[in-house]
C-alpha cells in the first residue's frame, strides 16, 4: 500500500502550474499539503463533461465559495479553455491561489499558455530521487524499475511499468490529433529506445522505423511535450576544439526506459546497463536541479574526434563535468575525457561516477560510487563532493 514520502519539491504562495509526468505524485502532494483546496479533477469524467461544455463554470465555482483561497485544477491540460477564465479569475486580484497540474504541455501551447505569463509560476515534479527515500531499495532494482512512486509502491513493478506505458500511449499520445497510425508510433518507440542515453539522429531513427524523418521529429516533439523524454544541448562555451551539434536523449525515467528498449540474444546487458545507469544519473540531475530553481545549466560534451563527457553542470556555482561508467573498477582510459574537458576548461571540476565502493582521487578527479553520489545530492546543497 502507497504511504507517503515527503518531497523536495517546495510550493509557493504564487498561482503556478505544477507539470510533471504521470504518477509521479502531484495528486499526492497537493491534497497532502492543500487539504482545504477547492479541487476540480479533470480526470473524473462528469466534471471533464461540465468544463469542457461551460470553462466559464469555474468563474461560478471560485464566487460561489468565497472562503476557498487555494483552486486546483487537476490535469489542466484536458481543458485548457479554463485558463482564460482562470486569467480573468487573476486579474480580478481576489488573493485566490491557483494550483494548476498537468502531464502535458502540448495542448496548453496551443492555446496560449503565455496567457497567464508572470501571473503563474512554472514548477515542475520528477520522479523520487534517491535521497528522498526514508527506505532502502537495492539499486539494481531501481536500474531496472526506476523511481515513479506508483512503481516502487507496487507489488509487481514490472507490471505497473508494462500497463505504465501503454496508458500513455492510449491516454496521452492517442489524443493527439497527429498521430493517426498508433502502430507507426510503436515502432518508432522502439527505435528511439537504443538513443536513451546516445546523441540523437533523427535521420537515423527514422531509416530504423521506415518513417518519414518529418514524422519522427514529431513524434519526438511529443514524446517531450508529454513529459516522457528530454533533450540535452551540447556545451560549447568558448569551445576550444570543433564539436557535434546534435542533442542527446533520455526517457524521463530509468524504469520506463527498460520496458519501451526491446531486449534480445543479440543485445548485450551490460550495453543496456549502462544506458540506464547514464538515464538514472540524467534523471536525478535534472530533478536536483529544478528543486534548486535550476541555477544550472545542464549539458553533455563531445569533440568531433569522440571524446566525450555524459554531463557539464555550467552556472554561477562554477562548472562540473560528470563521467558514468557501469562499472566497478576504473581504468586510466575511463578518465581521459574528463582530463580532455579539463585541458580545455582548467577552472572545471571532475567527477567520474562508477559501480565500486570507494571515493577516490586520481588524475585529479574525484571518483565517487554512483549510488553515493546520488543519496548525497539534496536541493538545499551544491554537488555535495565539493561541499
Not at 512503481?151 to 507490471?159: L, N, Q
Not at 552556472?315 to 566497478?328: H, P
Not at 576504473?330 to 571540476?349: C, T
Request: net charge positive.
Amino acid at each position: 500500500m502507497e504511504k507517503y514520502i515527503p518531497r523536495f519539491f517546495k510550493g509557493t504562495n504564487q498561482s503556478f502550474f505544477l507539470f510533471g509526468p504521470r504518477g509521479t505524485g502531484k495528486t499526492t502532494f497537493l491534497k497532502k499539503h492543500y487539504p482545504e483546496a477547492l479541487w476540480i479533477d479533470l480526470l473524473k469524467p462528469d466534471v471533464f463533461r461540465t468544463y469542457i461544455a461551460r470553462p466559464e463554470r469555474i468563474t461560478e465555482l471560485v464566487h460561489g465559495n468565497p472562503d476557498k483561497n487555494i483552486i486546483i485544477v487537476d490535469e489542466v491540460q484536458k481543458a485548457p479553455e479554463l485558463l482564460s477564465a482562470i486569467h480573468s479569475l487573476i486579474e480580478e486580484k481576489t488573493n485566490k491561489q491557483f494550483i494548476l497540474t498537468g502531464s502535458s504541455a502540448r495542448k496548453l501551447k496551443r492555446t496560449g499558455i503565455d496567457l497567464l505569463a508572470g501571473r503563474v509560476l512554472l514548477k515542475t515534479l520528477h520522479p523520487f530521487i534517491l535521497s528522498e527515500l526514508t527506505f532502502d531499495l537495492s539499486f539494481d532494482n531501481i536500474l531496472k524499475h526506476g523511481l515513479l512512486p506508483i512503481v516502487i509502491f507496487s507489488d509487481s513493478p514490472r507490471d505497473v511499468l508494462n500497463t505504465y506505458v501503454s496508458l500513455y500511449i492510449q491516454e496521452e499520445i492517442q489524443l493527439e490529433s497527429q498521430i493517426r497510425n498508433i502502430g507507426n508510433f510503436s515502432r518508432f518507440l522502439e527505435a528511439i529506445s537504443f538513443s536513451h542515453g546516445s546523441i540523437l539522429n533523427i535521420s537515423n531513427v527514422a531509416r530504423e522505423c521506415e518513417i518519414e524523418r518529418k514524422v519522427v521529429e514529431g513524434y519526438i516533439k511529443i514524446l517531450e511535450d508529454i513529459l516522457l523524454a528530454f533533450r540535452l544541448p551540447i556545451f560549447t562555451r568558448k569551445a576550444k576544439r570543433s564539436l557535434i551539434s546534435h542533442p542527446k536523449f533520455y526517457f524521463f525515467d530509468a524504469g520506463v526506459f527498460q520496458v519501451i528498449r526491446p531486449k534480445g540474444p543479440l543485445d548485450r546487458p551490460e550495453e543496456i546497463g549502462g544506458a540506464a545507469l547514464e538515464g538514472l544519473v540524467a534523471q536525478h540531475l535534472k530533478a536536483w536541479n529544478a528543486y534548486r530553481g535550476n541555477p544550472n545549466n545542464i549539458y553533455f560534451w563531445r569533440s568531433r574526434g569522440g571524446v566525450e563527457v555524459d554531463f557539464v553542470l555550467y552556472g554561477e556555482e562554477g562548472i562540473y563535468a560528470i563521467e558514468v561508467k557501469n562499472t566497478s573498477r576504473i581504468r586510466p582510459e575511463d578518465l581521459r575525457s574528463l582530463a580532455s574537458f579539463r585541458s580545455d576548461y582548467p577552472q572545471s571540476k571532475t567527477i567520474l561516477l562508477y559501480r565500486g565502493k570507494d571515493k577516490l582521487i586520481q588524475n585529479d578527479t574525484i571518483c565517487i560510487p554512483c549510488e553515493t553520489f546520488l543519496k548525497e545530492l539534496v536541493p538545499n546543497r551544491s554537488i555535495p563532493v565539493f561541499d
